[in-house]
């Protein structure tokens, strides 16, 4: 029983000397220290300790709130400035200190009595006077604003409230008012600008972080609507509003991720379906169904897919007529089909937009050769083959037209001289689409075969490689059908 009252002494004897006055000093001072310093967080920790050593001393709670606002951190700054002044009811600074927050927090009522409480003890204060004028026009403004608003003048409360956060930024209130305002005015980025901070400015947001959620999905950034609903079931996972939300942002989310993934893959066609699952998920949001059909006719040309790329690409196209993406995807599809007049038109287009694009300034030029090659000898269309068309494809093309337009074919000089030009282009658009280095010239814009492109120039027309076959009389030729 003995040891068991010396045991509770020793306690309650170390208890009551843990932060002995000198202690407490110590604090104090490391606190001005590290403060001084802007080491902030290490300073707090000495003023807790501080307060916690001596709960009747005033100025260790005013200090405490001094590092709590050089940290931005007003809301746990009040209760130690109203605990000085519970203290010490005449503490003139923590007085006008509270009476600012309450001001920046647009509360007019409570900073107005602490200014006047300031004056009422020291007249002539200039601060004090000052503060007191900016809560009395800050009412005017507040009532001014929320007049605006009830009469529908969205504009005017916008321009009003500017006022009104200039002199309370630590409002929410005022902040939500003006996103609504800007929402309305079809602002919706302006909107997001002001319910961020308002987010951190009520301890349970839970609305703003809802509304800031569906905002940005609004505008397709599903990331950050995804992080700001999300927020928003942190602070209440069984919220009803903000989990329906975030079922279909994550959907919506996970469907575009893995869209793009696929295309990073080379796997167009499923691409395109994950694409067409993202129109199904949200046909409301015309974000959504713009940028499917913009990646689907992008995968159509990847996929060689000419006259589908071009109806789908045209449908975009409309839909968002200055998407450069689209006009290049559709000049792709256009040069697929060999129409190659409209696609330099939607290079151009596209250029327009967007004059530094090295890109397009590549495939505007790449198109006007193909254009300006057309207009001479286009090797595809003498065999009648597709510009995505493999060897073996060309191949069966030049056997089926060489035995067409062989000259011993025709009878007449005049029909075998035009046979013998007919069989010379053929001939030559099967080399050369058959020879890679060749036909990537080709696909380039180059004409391998014309003069202009080779050393030493050189007119007429030449059998590819020096190769004339109709030299020494007669033709024979054994085509072997495979």
């Known amino acids: 029983q003995l040891c068991c009252l010396l045991l509770s002494h020793l306690i309650l004897n170390y208890y009551s000397h843990q932060t002995p006055v000198g202690g407490i000093e110590h604090h104090l001072e490391m606190g001005r220290k590290l403060l001084a310093a802007g080491q902030l967080a290490e300073a707090l920790s000495h003023y807790h300790s501080a307060v916690e050593g001596d709960s009747k001393n005033y100025l ?8 709590f ?20 009811p005449d503490f003139l600074a923590a ?9 920046k927090q647009g509360n007019t009522e409570e900073a107005r009595e602490d200014f006047l409480a300031v004056l009422n003890r020291s007249p002539d204060h200039e601060e004090a006077h000052d503060q007191l004028h900016k809560a009395d026009d800050l009412e005017l403004l507040q009532e001014e604003a929320h007049e605006a608003h009830h009469r529908g003048d969205y504009f005017t409360t916008v321009q009003v409230l500017e006022k009104v956060i200039e002199l309370s930024p630590w409002d929410p209130e005022s902040r939500e008012l ?27 947001n839970r609305a703003a972080f809802l509304k800031l959620s569906q905002l940005h999905y609004s ?12 927020e928003c079931l942190k602070l209440d996972q069984d919220d009803k509003e903000c989990f329906v939300h975030y079922k279909q942002v994550k959907k919506l989310s996970k469907q575009l991720d893995s869209a793009e993934e696929l295309i990073l893959e080379q796997r167009y066609q499923e691409a395109t379906e994950k694409y067409e699952s993202v129109m199904r998920t949200e046909p409301n949001v015309a974000f959504y ?34 998407n450069i993406h689209i006009l290049r995807d559709r000049a792709e599809a256009y040069i697929l089909q060999q129409e190659y007049e409209k696609a330099v038109e939607d290079y151009q287009e596209a250029r327009e937009f967007d004059q530094e694009n090295q890109e397009l300034r590549e495939g505007l030029e790449r198109a006007q050769k193909l254009l300006k ?11 009648g083959v597709s ?15 060489a035995q067409q337009w062989h000259p011993d074919n025709f009878q007449s000089e005049a029909d075998k001289k035009e046979a013998e030009k007919k069989f010379i282009d053929i001939a030559s658009a099967k080399e050369v689409l058959t020879n890679p280095e060749m036909r990537q010239k080709v696909d380039s814009g180059e004409d391998p075969l014309d003069p202009e492109n080779q050393q030493g120039g050189g007119g007429g027309r030449e059998w590819p490689f020096g190769f004339n076959p109709f030299e020494g009389g007669n033709f024979h030729f054994k085509f072997h059908q495979h």
């Open 178 to 204: 003006r996103a609504e305002c800007y929402i309305r005015l079809g602002d919706p980025r302006k909107a997001i600008m002001d319910l961020t901070p308002a987010t951190r400015l009520r301890a349970d």
């Open 69 to 88: 606002l050089a940290m931005g951190k007003s809301k746990s700054a009040l209760p130690d400035l109203s605990q000085a002044i519970q203290l010490k």
């Open 219 to 230: 505008l397709g950034d599903h990331h950050d609507s995804l992080s700001q609903v999300r």
């Open 95 to 103: 007085r006008l200190q509270r009476g600012n927050i309450l001001l």
């Open 60 to 67: 260790t709670y005013y200090k405490r709130a001094a590092v």
């Open 387 to 401: 510009r995505s068309a493999n060897k073996q494809e060309i191949i069966k093309a030049y056997r089926k037209l």
């Open 373 to 383: 090659q057309s207009r001479k000898r286009d090797y595809y269309k003498i065999l």
């Open 289 to 322: 169904t713009n940028k499917a059909k913009e990646r689907i006719c992008f995968c159509l040309v990847k996929m060689k897919s000419a006259e589908e790329a071009v109806d789908i690409c045209s449908e975009a196209h409309q839909r968002e007529p200055q």
